[in-house]
């Protein structure tokens, strides 16, 4: 490496690597049981007696470096279970679900890659949902829709990354309903990922969802703190780059919402540095987070506002949006109104038809309620704070 910031040498620099090996490609012999000698693979590989099979996992994606903390743990050692027994556990189908950039897609990978490891023979494809369905749209066309559930049959271990997106799909719903059930009842490994739990998920087919809880559930939460900061100090030491603590601490403070965005940022302040030759300080990292969190800073839905809110009084959306006339429950959506009319720009209007099939008067009305009532009721100011620093995670 060239050393511009002094008069020293050039110098050597010596970068950890994972030792990981590309995933194999599969290859699998398939039992003929119809007059056609041919088994069309959706993945455009021309379909003859022994198919095979790209698994489409990133081995850059592994257990090693998806770091455990409170947010992710059950997830992490289900995920682990699952690798080391595909199929052979209570964890059948397993869904990981959780909100963006938390490392689902990872560890489904994850899993992926260990399996392949330790059973180099078992067949195992990572597919999006939205691949899946296009898959699923051209056998149709083409006349070829058995082939494409015997393809999907012959898999051991079966990875779908964002299956909310077969939401409102019923021919693609149906077609996964089968396959689905085949590998259940063959003792073979279904895994998926989504950005919600399967009670939240809508346009679903009430028996898809029934066997999405058959087996585990595990939602991966935003990282605390101490993950986040083991999380860069992690990513720092991929890259061979030394930081001090202070700087890593201070990004680790300011980017809560997610881990794509806290390796975003780190990776900016690493560019930063060494494009501009400039050294690392608290100044550049604020630089750098105030534009990161600037950019990525997202307007939070009037829906999330009220789910925020419903959870906190230990109510339900419907019984927010009733026409009830109970204190609690009227404070519930007086709150709602004013949050959504902080950290929204919907009109008066919308907020109201949102929150009840409101006017815009009500909303106003509330808005008032609550600015009265937080100067002189100190309980309530503390529901108002409470919120507040919920909607602003």
Known sequence: MENKLGNKLPFTEQLPSNNRSAVKTQEIDVPIQNKNPELKNPFVIPGIRNVKIESQLN???????????DSNRLARSAGMAVANKPGGTSFNPFLIFG??????????????????EKYPEKTVLYISAEVFTQQYI?????????????FYQLIDVLIIDDVQFLSGK???QDVFFHIFNYLHQNGKQVILTSDK?????????????????????????????ETRVSILKNILYRDGVEMPDDIVEYVAKNIKSNVRELEGAIISLI??????????????????????VKNVKREVSIDYIQKIVSDYFQLDVETLQSKTRKRDV????????????????ASLANIGSQIGSRDHATVLHACKTVDNLVSTDKQFKKYVDDIHKKLSL
């Open 59 to 69: 081995s850059n994606y592994s257990f090693d470096n998806f770091l455990e903390g």
């Open 99 to 116: 909100g963006v950039g938390l490392g689902k897609t990872h560890l489904a990978h994850a899993i992926g890659v260990e399996i392949k």
């Open 138 to 150: 051209d056998s149709v066309k083409k006349n070829t829709r058995n082939d494409f559930i015997h």
């Open 170 to 172: 019923a021919g693609t």
């Open 197 to 225: 739990a399967p009670v939240d998920m809508q346009d679903i087919e009430q028996r898809l969802l029934s066997r999405f809880k058959w087996g585990l559930s595990a939602e991966i939460h935003q990282p605390d703190y």
């Open 271 to 292: 560019a930063q540095s060494s494009f501009n030759h400039r050294e690392v300080t608290i100044e550049l990292a604020k630089q750098v987070v105030e534009k990161f």
């Open 330 to 345: 009227v404070q519930a959506r007086q709150l709602a109104m004013f949050f959504a009319k902080k950290f929204t720009k």
